[in-house]
T-cell receptor, first 110, second 118 residues
């Protein structure tokens, strides 16, 4: 089993739709969680950190479920500019080990 | 955006030749990393550095070496390039490692170096 698993997609959604991605992780000692966004042929960029209580940033909501060992990203009112690959990132506590998922590709269509 | 630059951005080379990729940062961050990204594998850590002359191996370090003689520069060297090292290489920096409430462990990436080994 991979340490961090994501559905590769692609998720093709119309503008204005709500879309959600999940990411599962295998190591229960994981402590920090992030979503990064990567545009085609560009570097990954931090979208948002994921906190235990869940957090929201505009149209984006991230949640953490420690019991089931997954994090989620919800995008409301999708825009064409949201088209990208979304990477799930998991970091273990007190140890420099950051594990990336392979990413979920989102395509927002007009 | 954090000041992090990679060079060269694109390189084509032949099997068996040495290649050095450079990462330069202006943020004075302690931690620097080299990742490679390949389809189906995501980003995989090659080597990282936690200070000047302090480096350690990542999960895919075979065939690669690194050096960090100054805080701002982290070099990745392929002593004898192979076709399996064709990839996109990303440098990243962070203020700290491990868990961080302040977000200091967030990685900031350079624009990437696309290497093709023929």
């Amino acid at each position: 089993r991979k340490e961090v698993e994501q559905d590769p997609g692609p998720f093709n959604v119309p503008e204005g739709a709500t879309v959600a991605f999940n990411c599962t992780y295998s190591n229960s000692a994981s402590q920090s969680f992030f979503w990064y966004r990567q545009d085609c042929r560009k570097e990954p960029k931090l979208l948002m950190s994921v906190y235990s209580s869940g957090n929201e940033d505009g149209r984006f909501t991230a949640q953490l479920n420690r019991a089931s060992q997954y994090i989620s990203l919800l995008i409301r009112d999708s825009k064409l500019s949201d088209s990208a690959t979304y990477l799930c990132v998991v970091n273990m506590r007190g140890y420099q080990k950051v594990t990336f998922g392979t990413g979920t590709k989102l395509q927002v269509i007009p | 955006d954090a000041g992090i630059t990679q060079s060269p951005r694109h390189k084509v080379t032949e099997t068996g030749t040495p290649v050095t990729l450079r990462c330069h940062q202006t943020e004075n961050h302690r931690y620097m990393y080299w990742y490679r990204q390949d389809p189906g594998h995501g980003l995989r850590l090659i080597h990282y550095s936690y200070g000047v002359k302090d480096t350690d191996k990542g999960e895919v370090s075979d065939g690669y070496s690194v050096s960090r003689s100054k805080t701002e520069d982290f070099l990745l060297t392929l002593e004898s390039a192979t076709s399996s090292q064709t990839s996109v290489y990303f440098c990243a920096i962070s203020e700290s490692a491990g868990s961080s409430i302040s977000g200091a462990n967030v990685l900031t990436f350079g624009a990437g170096s696309r290497l093709t080994v023929l």
